[in-house]
Nanobody, 117 residues
Framework: QVQLVESGGGLVQPGGSLRLSCAAS????????MGWYRQAPGKQREVVAT???????NYADPVKGRFTISRDNAKNTVYLQMNNLDPEDTAVYYC???????????WGKGTQVTVSS
């Protein structure tokens, strides 16, 4: 079993920056791709960015050029650097990890990001 714990959310003004972290524990050696998703009030959860163990990345169009996903495999941790934040980025951000050996997705409990003046 894998546990994911997010941190780094908060309130920031438009144009500001935040860095989210997600640490995996438990049988984390089975983890493959990791990613960040977000869910705004009244909307479905959507992918923000993903990263493989081989550090190949993908980004949703709304965040390209503003967000950067990275990971430290030795620490089983994934990060999301968010720059030039917009009120449209306000959401609960969830960390996701995929098991390499079984068709299982692990999820964190989420961290709130609020962009407001």
């Amino acid at each position: 079993q894998v546990q994911l714990v997010e941190s780094g959310g908060g309130l920031v003004q438009p144009g500001g920056s935040l860095r989210l972290s997600c640490a995996a524990s438990g049988t984390a050696f089975n983890i493959g791709a990791m990613g960040w998703y977000r869910q705004a009030p009244g909307k479905q959860r959507e992918v923000v960015a993903t990263i493989t163990r081989g550090i190949r990345t993908n980004y949703a169009d709304p965040v390209k050029g503003r967000f950067t996903i990275s990971r430290d495999n030795a620490k089983n941790t994934v990060y999301l650097q968010m720059n030039n934040l917009d009120p449209e980025d306000t959401a609960v951000y969830y960390c996701n990890a995929q098991d390499q050996l079984r068709p299982i997705d692990y999820w964190g409990k989420g961290t709130q990001v609020t962009v407001s003046s």
